[in-house]
């Protein structure tokens, strides 16, 4: 599987982006989904995942409200909105697929994910 990742940019607080993730290689649907990001010094951080349907979705508590994460199978694409973004928001996000059937609290740990997209920056000015 090959995941591209776009949408990222230069935004000020308070504003949005929608982050996008093109997949190709494998089918898509057979996949559960999730963001992660990165700022410089840390360590990656879980954002948000999504089962393979769509139908079910899971998310770091600390960004609850503000982010969504959602699916087109149809054309192969994830995406995350991002709303009311924070300076904190600042990291490099990344797509990733995970093979596993389900999705939950597991679903924060790198190392189930077996395909990672290259990132796309996302700064937040305040």
């Known amino acids: 599987v090959q995941l591209q990742a776009s949408g990222g940019g230069l935004v000020q607080a308070g504003g949005s982006l929608r982050l996008s993730c093109a997949a190709s290689g494998r089918d898509f649907s057979e996949h559960s989904m999730a963001w992660f990001r990165q700022s410089p010094g840390k360590a990656r951080e879980f954002v948000a995942a999504?089962?393979?349907?769509?139908?079910?979705?899971f998310y770091a508590e600390s960004l609850k409200g503000r982010f969504t994460i959602s699916r087109d199978n149809a054309n192969d694409t994830l995406y995350l909105q991002m709303n009311n973004l924070k300076s904190e928001d600042t990291a490099v996000y990344y797509c990733?697929?995970?093979?596993?059937?389900?999705?939950?609290?597991?679903?924060?740990?790198?190392?189930?994910?077996?395909?990672w997209g290259q990132g796309t920056q996302v700064t937040v000015s305040s």
């Open positions: 999504i089962s393979r349907s769509g139908g079910r979705t």
């Open positions: 990733a697929t995970d093979p596993r059937p389900y999705i939950g609290r597991s679903s924060s740990e790198t190392h189930y994910y077996d395909y």
